[in-house]
Each structure stands twice: as C-alpha cells, then as structure tokens.
C-alpha cells in the first residue's frame, strides 16, 4: 500500500499566543523521509473543536504552548507514512486512527509504567507542544495513536478521543457505584454531554449543571434525572441536597471552564464523596471548607485526560453507541467563530470539523 502524499496543505496556524487563526493553504507536509523512528503521518478525515484549544490560542494557561501553532488533538484519519526503521510498530500503512491529546510517551518512566502516561515528563501534547489535527495532515507517534473501532464513524469518533476519554476516565476513578448521585457542572458542554452520558453507562444518577433552554434540553436528553442552571438558581446546594435526599451527591465531575464551578462541590457532596477536577480555567484557585473536607471524608482529585487503555476503553463504549457526540459539523474555516461560540457558551455539545477537503 502506498499513497501519493502533497508537499504542501491547509492549515490553521497561530503564530503567537492570543494571535488572529490563519488558514494556510501552502503549509508543507512532511515526507515519509523526513518521519523520526517511530512517528507516522496521518492524513485527517475529522477534528473536533475542545476549549482547551482555545485555552492554547488564547494562551491563558500557565503553562504556554509552543508557536507558531496548528491546534487540535481529537483527529480522526488514515495512516498514509511511517518513518523508517520503527521497530515493533503496532500500527500499518491504511490503519484508521485516533490523534488524542497526549501524543507520545516514553513508556519506561516510573509515571509511564504505572499507567499515568498523561504525566510522563517527556510527554508530547497534540495541539499544544506538537502540531495538532487542525491540518490535512498531522505527524502522530506509532505508540500513542489510537486504532478507531471498525465501522464507527469518524465524524462521531473524533471528540471520543479527548471529550470522551478525559469524563471517562474522570468517572471510572469517582468511586462511584450503580444507583449513586453524580453532579456534572459543564454538563452542557463538549465534555459534560460526554460526561452524562459515560455515567449513565454506570447506572449513576446525574445532576446536570450548565445554562440555558438548549444544553437543558440536551442534558435532560441524555439521561440527566435533575437540572440546575447555574445563572439562575439561588442556592445550587440547597437544590442538589433536595434532589439527593438530604445527603448530598457520592461525586462530582467538574468540567466547568470556570473556578465557579468548583467552589460549592465540598458542600454539595455527602461524606466520603469524591470531587474529580477537570476543567481548566487557567488561574483560578479552589477556595473550600478545610474542615468539612476533612470532617467529611472528602476525596478531591485532579483528573487528566487518559491513557492509551482508557482512550480504547471510551471508543468501545461508544462504538457500541452507548454513548453518542452530539455534534455540528464544520468545516475548517470555521473555527474562529467556533471559538467564539465557546466563549459565549453558545455551543451545545461539541463542533466537529471536515478535513476531508
Ligand atoms: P465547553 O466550552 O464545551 O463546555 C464548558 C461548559 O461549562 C459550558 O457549557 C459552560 O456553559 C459551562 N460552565 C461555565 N461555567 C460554569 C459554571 N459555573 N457552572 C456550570 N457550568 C459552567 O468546554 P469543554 O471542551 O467541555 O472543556 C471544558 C474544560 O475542560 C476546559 O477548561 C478544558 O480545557 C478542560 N479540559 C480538561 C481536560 C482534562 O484532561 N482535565 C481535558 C479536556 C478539556
Ligand atoms: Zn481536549
């Protein structure tokens, strides 16, 4: 098998931090001579659009992304290259694969070995430290590239490989067991309407917490058994212990891109929950209870992404179609203004782009 390969392509480029999204069309390709050991080239078929590339674009994290910049890191696409001399490659010419945020891993570290990929130290970002999905074609890692169950559609793949994965993984260590609360502010989000439905898979009983009349209706959809605006409700505590019986919910997965979100989670949780932190708002800190975590047993947990199990784990689940994207699709022009509608709130599930032309 071999395919004809362009020298050069489209692409969304940010030159630096904060700077306006160009789209090239004479940005170059690499070529199967030019791949390291161990790195392949991936043409895309797909990219879904999350907020942590736009945190990237933005640049308003503590910790900066390397520019110029293509973003990106839930693609969807064929293996079209791999570079010479890879050795034991678990992956071949015409595969269909998933690029997720955590690009490559040394394997061998302590973090490595015992399943935390996400924190090796020479861990490579798609999208943030290397160049992402936001291109026809993206250079990916032999190691780290994740096989697309046959028959699941990309365009419906493609935010499974980092909405999915993160609220999968975030769930399944929320020691949580069937017919327990979970509260899910972000619900209404790219990861939270991921989130709510990953838990329903658990038989958990979902709070969903997010704004307005379309992300209500997508959540109560998907499964939600409660719904709590955040702009609207008095007293979210108050309203989560009613909801719980008095007690409280057993977790909280907190994918909110905003500290508000995590501020009352000490308080609405019963004794012995747990609180998984997911989302990322770039400086806010945590201001909670010292006392009632430890009166009350409470477990807090940050929540990273997941490795390559969890990626495989959280495609079969949905390849099954136990768990659905919602999703619009776009094409590739589209993206400042799919940021734009992050930012405003205004986008109800995910946005997935076209990359096929
Ligand atoms: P999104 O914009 O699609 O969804 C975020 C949702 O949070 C929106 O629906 C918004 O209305 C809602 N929200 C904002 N403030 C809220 C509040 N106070 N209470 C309840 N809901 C609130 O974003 P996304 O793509 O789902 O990403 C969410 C966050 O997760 C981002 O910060 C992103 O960087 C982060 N993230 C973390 C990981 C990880 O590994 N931990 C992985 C991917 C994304
Ligand atoms: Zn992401």
């Known amino acids: ?29 690499k070529t199967q001579a030019e791949l390291a050991p161990g790195e392949c080239l991936v043409k895309l078929e797909c990219t879904g659009v999350c907020h942590t590339d736009l945190h990237a674009a933005l640049g308003d994290w503590p910790v900066a992304a390397n520019t110029p910049l293509i973003g ?24 269909r694969v998933g690029i997720k945020w955590l ?11 015992k399943g935390r990929e996400q924190n090796c130290p020479e861990a490579k970002l798609s999208g943030f430290t290397v160049d992402g999905t936001f291109a026809q074609y993206v250079v990916s890692y032999v190691n780290h590239v994740t096989p697309i169950p046959e028959g699941f559609d990309s365009n419906a793949a493609a935010s499974i490989l980092c909405a999915g994965v993160t ?9 949580t067991a069937a017919g327990d609360w979970i509260v899910l502010p972000g619900a209404g989000g790219g990861l939270g309407h991921l989130a709510v439905q990953y838990a329903r898979t658990r038989g958990l009983r979902v709070i969903a917490i997010d704004t307005g009349a379309a992300k209500k209706k997508l959540c109560l959809s998907l499964g939600a058994e409660a719904w ?7 007293d979210i ?5 009613a909801h719980t019986g008095g007690e409280g919910a057993h977790a909280a997965v907190v994918t909110a891109t ?3 979100g995590y501020q009352q989670a000490v308080s609405y949780l019963r004794a012995g929950g747990t609180l998984m932190a997911v989302g990322l708002p770039g400086t806010a800190t945590f201001d909670s209870s010292i006392f009632f975590t430890v009166f009350k047993s409470i477990n807090i947990h940050g929540s990273y992404v997941g490795n390559r199990q969890d990626a495989v784990e959280a495609l079969d689940i949905a390849a099954r179609g136990d768990v ?27 946005v997935v782009l076209n990359m096929k032309d």
């Open 1 to 29: 098998m071999s395919f004809t390969i362009p020298r050069t392509q489209k692409a969304a480029v940010v030159s630096t931090a904060g700077a306006k999204i160009e789209i090239k069309t004479d940005h170059p390709v």
């Open 72 to 95: 990106g890191h839930e693609g969807v696409g064929i293996i079209v290259a791999i570079g010479n001399n890879t050795s034991h490659c678990p992956v071949k010419l015409g595969d």
């Open 103 to 113: 690009a490559d891993s040394c394997l061998n570290c302590e973090h490595c070995r």
């Open 167 to 175: 609220t999968y993984r975030a769930i399944k260590y929320s020691n």
């Open 228 to 234: 709590i605006d955040f702009k609207e409700s008095k």
């Open 237 to 241: 505590v108050k309203e989560i212990k």
């Open 258 to 260: 905003s500290g508000a």
């Open 324 to 350: 659905k994207c919602h999703f619009e699709l776009k094409e590739l022009g589209d993206l400042a203004s799919t940021y734009e509608g992050m930012q405003n709130g205004t986008v109800a599930g995910r």
